[in-house]
Nanobody
């Protein structure tokens, strides 16, 4: 069974940075496309960023140029580097290995002055 554990969330000021990590347990990692999603209160879930097994990346328009997704296959970890944070980035962020139907528990990111 695949288990994903996120870390690195918290509070930041507008313009600040945070880095999220998501470690995959109980499964191989390298073949999977990894996704980061977020959900803000009262909003639909948004696919924020994805990275394929070969390292190709895609981003939501709302975070393009500010967020960077990366992966370390040896550590079975996917990262989301968030820079120039905005208040609208406040949400609960979750990672998933695409196709596994397994999700992390989610981690809160709050951006405010």
């Amino acid at each position: 069974q695949v288990q994903l554990v996120e870390s690195g969330g918290g509070m930041a000021q507008p313009g600040g940075s945070l880095r999220l990590s998501c470690v995959v347990y109980g499964s191989i990692f390298s073949p999977y496309t990894m996704d980061w999603y977020r959900q803000a209160p009262g909003m639909q879930t948004e696919l924020v960023a994805s990275i394929t097994s070969r390292g190709s990346t895609t981003y939501a328009d709302s975070v393009k140029g500010r967020f960077t997704i990366s992966r370390d296959n040896a550590k079975k970890t996917v990262y989301l580097q968030m820079s120039n944070l905005k208040t609208e980035d406040t949400a609960r962020y979750s990672c998933t290995a695409r196709g596994t139907h397994s999700w992390g528990q989610g981690i809160q990111v709050s951006v405010s002055s």
